[in-house]
């Protein structure tokens, strides 16, 4: 099955600095790649996806990059604000449909 | 549209309890999950359903039963409850195959003492 790494565990940025988080995966099949924001006491939130066949994507400040070969995938979040403080989790699909996550980074912006 | 849908919110229950999480979601997503969230381990997959009548087993299914009678509805059993249990649970509902967002509920917060 499909084992997703994900990297750092905390990620303490000041205001308007930029954050990155890195995962990787394990299973070559997996072609869809969603990251998800978690705030305290809600479930899971959809920020930003990528599919296999693209190589970037980007959302306004958010900004997602895959690299197939290498079997990586990045969020990228510039100009960071307080209410970008969160968790955040990287996910892969793996050839059965199912999602994959990573452990999770926690995201804590100072102003 | 309510989204997916989770009750009870927060819920004790003594070592051999049994109890239901309930789901459903109003989006007509023939795929639903439940997932544990732990410290540290991100969310886990215990069972999963990709239409009504078809059930399967996740990462952690040990000491959890599902069914799926309706395509809105997927509960979650706990045949008795130890305090290795003590989690939060979500439910997640999608389109099925890869590349379908999963929706998420607001979760339960389970201690089982």
């Known amino acids: 099955g499909e084992n997703v790494e994900q990297h750092p565990s905390t990620l303490s940025v000041q205001e308007g600095d930029s954050a990155v988080i890195k995962c990787t995966y394990s299973d070559s099949a997996s072609n869809y790649f969603p990251w998800y924001k978690q705030e305290l006491g809600k479930g899971p939130q959809l920020i930003i996806d990528?599919?296999?066949?693209?190589g970037e994507k980007k959302d306004q400040r958010i900004a997602v990059t895959l690299n197939k070969t290498a079997k990586h995938f990045s969020l990228h979040i510039t100009e960071t604000q307080p209410e970008d403080s969160a968790v955040y989790f990287c996910a892969a699909c793996d050839s059965w449909g199912k999602l994959q996550f990573g452990a999770g980074t926690q995201v804590v912006v100072t102003p | 549209n309510a989204g997916v849908t989770q009750t009870p919110k927060f819920q004790v229950l003594k070592t051999g309890q049994s109890m239901t999480l309930q789901c459903a979601q109003d989006?007509?997503?023939?795929?639903m999950s439940w997932y544990r969230q732990d410290p540290g381990m991100g969310l886990r997959l215990i069972h999963y359903?990709?239409?009504?009548?078809?059930?399967d087993q996740g990462e952690v299914p040990n000491g959890y039963n599902v069914s799926r009678s309706t395509t809105e509805d997927f509960p979650l059993r706990l045949l008795s409850a130890a305090p290795s249990q003590t989690s939060v649970y979500f439910c997640?509902?999608?389109?099925?195959?890869?590349?379908?967002?999963?929706?998420f509920g607001p979760g339960t917060r389970l201690t089982v003492t």
């Open positions: 997640a509902s999608s389109h099925p195959g890869q590349g379908g967002e999963q929706y």
């Open positions: 990528i599919r296999s066949n693209v």
């Open positions: 989006m007509n997503h023939e795929y």
């Open positions: 359903s990709v239409g009504a009548g078809i059930t």
